[in-house]
T-cell receptor
Framework: DAMVIQNPRYQVTQFGKPVTLSCSQT?????MYWYQQKSSQAPKLLFH???????NEADTPDNFQSRRPNTSFCFLDIRSPGLGDAAMYLC?????????????FGPGTRLTVT | GQNIDQPTEMTATEGAIVQINCTYQ??????LFWYQQHAGEAPTFLSY??LDGLEEKGRFSSFLSRSKGYSYLLLKELQMKDSASYLC??????????WGAGTKLIIKP
C-alpha cells in the first residue's frame, strides 16, 4: 500500500544532543511537510518542500533544519534539542495539483528530551 | 491574522449525534478540511469542503458556509471508537493549511 513512513516512532535524546528524524513516502507526492505538534495543540508547520524547493516558516527556530535528498525521503534535523522541543513530529505529503489538496500523514515520531 | 476557532472539548453519548463547529478568519479560502486524530496518532482525513453545503459520507457529514466563515462536522450513531480529537483546517490563499487546535470528543457509554 502507498503510504508515509516515519522512523523511529519513538525517539529519546539528551538535552543538546543532535537528533535526526526520517520520513519516506511511496505516494510519489512532490510536496512534503514537517509539523511539530504538542499536546492538545494544532500542528505547527516547520517546513515544506515543493519538489526540492525548500520553504521555511518564518517562526521556525534555526535549531531545526531539513533535507530532502530525493522525492521519497525527507529528514528533520534538530541540532541542539531543548526540553521545549519535546513533541510529536509529523511528516505529511500532498499532491501539488488542483485535484486534491489532502495531506497524507505518517504515524509521527514522538520525541522525548531528557 | 489567521484564526480557526473550535470548542476545546465535547462530551456525547454512544449512539447519539454530535455536531462540532468551526469558525475561521483566513487570508483567502481554498477549502476546509476535517481530520480525526486519535491520541498519540497522526491525523487522518475525514472530509474536504470547498463549496457551500453539506457533504455526507457514511456516519460523518460536513457542512460549509463560506459567507459565514463557518463549518461543522456531524457525527451520527456515535461509537466508542469515535473518541478522538477532530481538527478543522483551512487552505488559505497560498494553499497552506491553517489548523485549529482540535476538539477533543469524549464518548460515554
Amino acid at each position: 500500500d502507498a503510504m508515509v513512513i516515519q522512523n523511529p516512532r519513538y525517539q529519546v535524546t539528551q538535552f543538546g544532543k543532535p537528533v535526526t528524524l526520517s520520513c519516506s513516502q511511496t505516494l510519489n507526492h512532490n510536496v512534503m511537510y514537517w509539523y511539530q505538534q504538542k499536546s492538545s495543540q494544532a500542528p505547527k508547520l516547520l517546513f515544506h518542500y515543493y519538489d526540492k524547493d525548500f520553504n521555511n516558516e518564518a517562526d521556525t527556530p534555526d535549531n531545526f533544519q531539513s533535507r530532502r535528498p530525493n522525492t521519497s525521503f525527507c529528514f528533520l534535523d534538530i541540532r541542539s534539542p531543548g526540553l521545549g522541543d519535546a513533541a510529536m513530529y509529523l511528516c505529511a505529503t500532498s499532491r501539488d495539483d488542483a485535484i486534491s489538496y489532502e495531506q497524507y500523514f505518517g504515524p509521527g515520531t514522538r520525541l522525548t528530551v531528557t | 491574522g489567521q484564526n480557526i476557532d473550535q470548542p476545546t472539548e465535547m462530551t456525547a453519548t454512544e449512539g447519539a449525534i454530535v455536531q462540532i463547529n468551526c469558525t475561521y478568519q483566513t487570508s483567502g479560502f481554498n477549502g476546509l478540511f476535517w481530520y480525526q486524530q486519535h491520541a498519540g496518532e497522526a491525523p487522518t482525513f475525514l472530509s474536504y469542503n470547498v463549496l457551500d453545503g453539506l457533504e455526507e459520507k457514511g456516519r460523518f457529514s460536513s457542512f460549509l458556509s463560506r459567507s459565514k466563515g463557518y463549518s461543522y462536522l456531524l457525527l451520527k450513531e456515535l461509537q466508542m471508537k469515535d473518541s478522538a480529537s477532530y481538527l478543522c483546517a483551512v487552505l488559505d490563499s497560498n494553499y497552506q493549511l491553517i489548523w485549529g487546535a482540535g476538539t477533543k470528543l469524549i464518548i460515554k457509554p
